[in-house]
């Protein structure tokens, strides 16, 4: 009885509310216009209703052509899209209306085209997630973090099409720009990765080395660097050195199950990188990512 009462409840309020947005559309809505909407909009996506706020925010986009508002009603309408209703198509093709709309304006499209560059990715469209990120450098504005990021997004995908050239390139200008140690440190894991994938050893082990011996750079990346080292290490036969390294992340390795894996297959079977089991724009071996344990959320946080 309790539940269905709780039930009844929120029936009630939500018949309460969509009867206000009625009501104010036919009493008022035609009166103030855009800002009506907009306001409508908010509220019902800070409410939690979230196929009213869309309704509410692409009339907003209809009535008000010049609003300064726009941005705000595109990116609300792309997250409803992508998180709430599932729908990626129509996101991308927002996220491409939008894109067409800021051209002019740099600073306002380079969020929209980056996010356009994930969801081209999300839906294995590569070539058009490089396309786009490579907009977003004709948008940076000169802003280092920005490149670098981009940069990151455009070499991990090509690398994903065997463009490992430009990957190196990309992942090359990053390391260079990069101002921030953590950012530095990723591009440069990024790159060890290239070259482990493409079995130029020695390149890796060097970029991996110099990590483990940056002050700053997050234990994360060094725990990581040190996963890769190990497994470089492994392909080049040097198996004692493999195993002082896997030994030494039994306490800091996200998933201790993958070390005690591993130190019992060394040097047997496939001897392949496991970066070769990376998904675009993963930090991690697979197994890592899907690691439940406390440690495991706490790295990824």
Not at 216 to 233: C, D, G
Not at 273 to 294: H, I, K, S, W
Request: charged share 25%; hydrophobic share 40%.
């Amino acid at each position: 009885m309790k539940q269905r009462n709780r039930y009844m409840r929120a029936f009630a309020c939500a018949l309460v509310l969509a009867l206000a947005f009625v009501a104010g559309a036919c009493g008022q809505g035609a009166s103030e216009g855009p800002e009506r909407d907009l306001k409508m909009a908010r509220e019902a996506y800070n409410s939690g209703y979230f196929l009213e706020a869309e309704t509410a925010y692409e009339r907003y986009l209809q009535s008000d052509p010049q609003g300064k508002n726009r941005q705000e009603a595109w990116t609300r309408l792309v997250e409803i899209n992508t998180a709430v209703k599932g729908d990626l198509n129509k996101a991308v093709t927002l996220l491409e209306t939008a894109t067409l709309e800021y051209n002019s304006k740099p600073e306002a499209n380079w969020p929209l085209l980056f996010r356009l560059g994930e969801l081209y990715e999300q839906q294995g469209q590569r070539k058009k997630a490089m396309e786009a990120w490579g907009r977003c450098l004709d948008t940076a504005g000169g802003d280092s973090a920005k490149t670098v990021q981009v940069q990151m997004r455009i070499a991990v995908a090509g690398r994903a099409l065997k463009q490992n050239d430009l990957a190196v390139d990309m992942l090359t200008q990053a390391i260079q720009q990069a101002k921030d140690p953590e950012q530095k440190s990723r591009a440069m894991y990024e790159l060890a990765q290239t070259y482990n994938l493409t079995w130029n050893m020695p390149k890796s082990r060097a970029i991996l080395e110099e990590i483990l011996a940056m002050d700053k750079a997050p234990q994360e990346t060094k725990v990581m660097s040190t996963f890769l080292l190990a497994e470089t290490y492994e392909a080049e036969r040097n198996l004692p050195k493999a195993r002082e390294l896997l030994l030494s992340l039994r306490d800091t390795y996200p998933n201790p199950e993958v070390i005690i894996a591993r130190l019992g297959n060394l040097g047997k079977g496939d001897n392949s990188p496991a970066t070769a089991r990376l998904q675009p724009g993963d930090m991690m071996p697979q197994e890592v990512n899907d690691a439940g344990t406390p440690h495991a959320r706490k790295l990824r946080q």
